[in-house]
Each structure stands twice: as structure tokens, then as C-alpha cells.
């Protein structure tokens, strides 16, 4: 009967709550527990102990990542890259140290949501120096409101964050803009007065688009060398044979007039002499 509840439950949910679910069932080690399992991985490699402390900690990180809902992200995503974070500094944890797994782990899981944030506020990344992540973190975290920030705020932001009042108002009209689509739309009504969106035809003529531009300028390499192939086969079998050895073929395969007057039994001035007569004739 427990176990049919269960299923029911799990085929009602979302696999975001299943995950949280399944993870709240895992047990939480002991510090002694944590201790010795981390030994094992410092000094053995031991896997088995990293999975051990990895899954022991995942609700953690559940509950970290709730703090970054107003982000915009989804939760799902945010966990997984606190997950990362919590790989990564399994690898990197001393059991010498006096502290607790997860008081290290910390840094890592963060960085790492910090970092996924800062990737995909915008199509731009949005900070890039640490200073200005501790700038969009800090104004994100206190700023109760979407208006923009007043003298005095400005000031008690610059004192707090021991920063310039320049990089506070730069910072903030970043988070306050918004993406804006290289296709904008404008309304159009039909005869029913119902409206549709259309695109604004700034491209109409097709000399600034640049895939028409690649594409034009493709179709007129595969004719030009169409148009080149046929014109050489209009010529003499003696005068194609000199405009390919002299012209078409590689750069370090060219042979010079008086190679090509030896191989025929002329003189290099008559090779000159056709070579210039095939090329008339073909243009």
C-alpha cells in the first residue's frame, strides 16, 4: 500500500519534485562518518566514499538555491549547477583541515550558481571582473524595488561595497535593461481590425543582408568556374595544355615557357605567342 501511494505520488509530480523528494530520503552523514569517508578519497581515491558525500549533501544545495529564485532561472538549473560546484570541491577537500565538508564546499557551490547567473542574465554577460559580481549580487540581493536607485542608496551602496559611485550606476542600468530582438515588430491591422505582427522590413534591399550577400556571391564563383571550364575546352588541345600548365594547375607545379617550348620543339617565344592568343580567345 506505501509503496502504490509512493507511485501515485511520483506520477503526480513534476521531476523537479521527485528530485527533491528522493533526495530529502537520503541519509545525512555523521561528522565522524564524513571524516572517515573523506579520508578514504584523499588518500586511496576511494569513489565509492566521493558518491557516498555527494549524495549525503544534495539537499543542501536545494536549499541554497532558493535564495537565487529571483534571478529569472529555473530552479532545476540552478540545482544542477550547485550539483557542479559540489563535484568539483569533493576533489578538492583536505580532512586535515578542522572543518566540515560542506563549510568548504560552500564557496564552490555558489561560484558555480554565481557564475551560471552571470552567463545567462543576458545574451552579453553582464559581469566580468570580480568586482562587478560582487556589485550585481549585492544590488540584486538589497534593491527592494525595479526604480532606480537615489543619491543617498547610491551612497550607501558605494560605502558598504567600498566601491565608485560610476561603477553602482553602470551596474544598475545593466540589470534594469533589457535584451531588445534584431527583429523588431510592428502591428499591422487587416480588414477585421484583428492586429498581426509582421517584421519591420529594414532589410528590403538585399544588398545589406548578408546571407544573400554569401549566397550571391557563391552562385558567382560556380558560374565563373562553369564559364572558365567550358571556354578552355573551346581551345586546341597545344594551347589548353599551355593555359593549364601555366595558369590552373597549383602554384608550385608551374613550369616555365622554356620547359613547355622544349616539351613541344618550339621556341619559348611561341609558347609566350599562344599562351597570349588562348587567353584572348577565351575572353
Not at 550539483?83 to 577537500?93: D, E, P
Not at 544590488?139 to 550607501?156: A, G, M, P, R, Y
Request: with cysteine; hydrophobic share 35%; net charge positive.
Amino acid at each position: 500500500m506505501i509503496k502504490k501511494i509512493q507511485y501515485l505520488y511520483e506520477k503526480s509530480c513534476s521531476n523537479l519534485k521527485i528530485y527533491i523528494f528522493t533526495v530529502k530520503m537520503l541519509k545525512i552523514l555523521s561528522s565522524s562518518e564524513e571524516h572517515y569517508l573523506t579520508e578514504k578519497l584523499y588518500y586511496y581515491g576511494n569513489l565509492i566514499s566521493a558518491k557516498t558525500i555527494i549524495l549525503s549533501n544534495l539537499r543542501l544545495i536545494i536549499h541554497i538555491t532558493k535564495n537565487y529564485l529571483g534571478y529569472g532561472m529555473t530552479h532545476s538549473d540552478l540545482i544542477q549547477s550547485g550539483n557542479f560546484g559540489l563535484i568539483k570541491s569533493i576533489f578538492r577537500f583536505n580532512p586535515n583541515i578542522n572543518i566540515r565538508f560542506i563549510s568548504f564546499a560552500l564557496y564552490w557551490i555558489k561560484s558555480e550558481i554565481h557564475e551560471y547567473i552571470l552567463r545567462n542574465w543576458r545574451i552579453v554577460k553582464i559581469a566580468t571582473t570580480k568586482s562587478q559580481r560582487k556589485i550585481f549580487f549585492n544590488l540584486k540581493k538589497n534593491k527592494n524595488t525595479l526604480k532606480w536607485l537615489d543619491k543617498n542608496e547610491i551612497k550607501v551602496f558605494t560605502q558598504i561595497l567600498g566601491v565608485h559611485t560610476q561603477d553602482i550606476k553602470e551596474m544598475e542600468s545593466r540589470i534594469l535593461s533589457q535584451d531588445i530582438t534584431i527583429h523588431p515588430f510592428i502591428e499591422l491591422k487587416k480588414k477585421k481590425k484583428n492586429i498581426i505582427n509582421n517584421l519591420v522590413p529594414y532589410l528590403n534591399n538585399l544588398k545589406y543582408d548578408i546571407s544573400y550577400v554569401i549566397k550571391l556571391n557563391t552562385n558567382k564563383n560556380i558560374n565563373s568556374k562553369y564559364k572558365l571550364n567550358h571556354t578552355i575546352l573551346t581551345l586546341d588541345t597545344r594551347s589548353r595544355n599551355i593555359i593549364n600548365t601555366r595558369w590552373i594547375i597549383d602554384q608550385e607545379k608551374k613550369i616555365t615557357l622554356k620547359k613547355i617550348a622544349n616539351n613541344y620543339g618550339i621556341s619559348a617565344e611561341r609558347v609566350r605567342q599562344i599562351e597570349s592568343n588562348a587567353i584572348k580567345k577565351m575572353k
